[in-house]
Nanobody
């Protein structure tokens, strides 16, 4: 499975960005895709993810109500719409894919990772 993240950039506080993850190489429905982020000097953390075929979606508490994950099965893409961005959202954002039935929030469940896209939120 190959993942390609895009859409990062510089945005002002309160602004919006939409990240996109293009998934290729295996049947899109065989894996559940999620987003993680890593801020400078910090560990990589869970942001949002699909729970597989059940339709379940999970968000980190820090982004709940501001971020929305969505997918387009026809295009094999998973997007992350980020609204009301804050300075603490500044990080490199990664999309990743895991086999169904594994822990959604645990980055160790994810076998495949994209290269990351930088989001910088400033005043």
């Amino acid at each position: 499975v190959q993942l390609q993240a895009s859409g990062g950039g510089l945005v002002q506080i309160g602004g919006s960005l939409r990240l996109s993850c293009a998934v290729s190489g295996r049947t899109f429905s065989s894996y559940a895709v999620g987003w993680f982020r890593q801020a400078p000097g910090k560990e990589r953390e869970f942001v949002a993810a699909f729970g597989g075929s059940s339709g379940l979606i999970l968000y980190a508490d820090s982004v709940q109500g501001r971020f929305t994950i969505s997918r387009d099965n026809a295009k094999n893409t998973v997007d992350l719409q980020m609204n009301n961005l804050k300075p603490e959202d500044t990080a490199v954002y990664y999309c990743a894919a895991r086999p169904p039935g594994t822990r959604i929030r645990d980055l160790r469940s994810y076998d495949y990772w994209g290269q990351g896209t930088l989001v910088t939120v400033s005043s």
